[in-house]
């Protein structure tokens, strides 16, 4: 039997789902306990399996946020985070292709032609293709202005795609990617059929964490495609497209990992009060007790700063940016830490293949990485500071727009 759906957690001023939302969120129930007992397999054995992909595409929370119109269901951003943290909190790569789906779709609502939203988003949010965002580069991490991907002129209908892109969550099998290149010097995001002669992939195995999100680096070898592919004019493709689909990505990340701070505190509260050495209760230890506290405050802020990006975005696009960047950064590292203090909990029992939270800890590092390091958006977190309080000591009080990868303000 599903589990019952549980409405979004946040206190009596929590807003009521609507019928729809609460749909959504018993399937995402139903995913996540279907995950829990398959997740370390599909970690194990590399790969998510197609028919999982096509059980989720058919479920109607691919991108699920994005206006009826479209084929989404216009969920609200508090709605669409606890749908990422009950599956986040069971497997981070069934979490991935919730991500990268609304990342790519995000970008298109936003920034589209009406013919592109037209043909792209309804397709996205039905499940019948698979998106990958392709914007990582060996020698532009998250440096992303530094990408040497060139997108060309062929005649006045077509442009050629050039370059190599690494890292690409579900790369091996997505059917289309948002790719980010430069035209005519500027940056630019272009749509790329996977099918088309000149994509290469190359699948990548045995990484540290997200073992079961199909990552592929890819090589676009002179692929040509209409020019009406191009999403924006040139120089909006990082700081308008790809802002816009990494920002969507930080949020639905930082859901994700409070999902995954909350499932190891609740592991390794679950494994001291029932594990005994000596004859003693594991939770009657001192040390014990303060990882566990440790983790779990970690956790609730996470989850805090979370809902408060969440309420931030509600207004609509362009909106919560700040908020969602300290989110996903204090979700990452609570994750992280949880995880880590969940296997030493667990001890050799966190260690074994299948242990959950040895995933997670895995996984957890790989989220202080993506969609802007941890050192990253300290720096952008600290000078969007600076901004504020010298404005205000100088008596201009200037508006701080959101800083996006890149520089682009």
Sequence with gaps: MAPEARVPRG?????????????????????????????????????????????????????????????????????????????????????????VQGMVAAALLRWGTAEQRDDWLPRLAAGGLTAGFAATEQAAGSALGSVETRIEASGRRDLVVSGRKRWVTFGAVADVFLVLGTYEGRPAAVLVDADRAGVERESVNGQLGMRAARIAHLSFDGVRVPRSRLVAPPGLGLSHV????????????????????????????????????????????????SLLARAAVDAAGARELARRAAEARAPGPGHGVSETLIAKYAAASAAASASRDAVQVLGSAGCAPDSRAGRHFRDAKVMEIIEGAQQVSELHIAERLLRRFGDTARGTDSPVGPRLPGGAS
């Design 242 to 289: 790809v802002g816009t689909a990494l920002d969507h990505g930080r949020f639905t990340v930082a859901w994700g990992c409070v999902g995954m701070a909350e499932a190891c505190v609740e592991e390794a509260a679950t494994h001291a009060a029932v594990r005994r050495q000596g004859g003693v209760p594991l939770g009657d230890h001192q040390s014990v007790r």
């Design 11 to 99: 206190g009596p001023d929590a807003a009521t789902p609507d019928p729809r939302a609460l749909e959504l969120l018993r399937a995402a129930d139903e995913l996540a306990a279907d995950a829990r007992a398959r997740a370390s397999g599909w970690d194990q054995d590399g790969g998510l399996p197609d028919a999982v992909r096509e059980e989720v595409a058919g479920s109607g929370l691919l991108a699920a946020d994005l206006p009826e119109r479209y084929g989404g269901a216009g969920l609200d951003p508090r709605t669409l985070g606890e749908i990422a943290a009950r599956i986040g909190g069971e497997c981070s790569a069934l979490r991935g292709l919730l991500t």
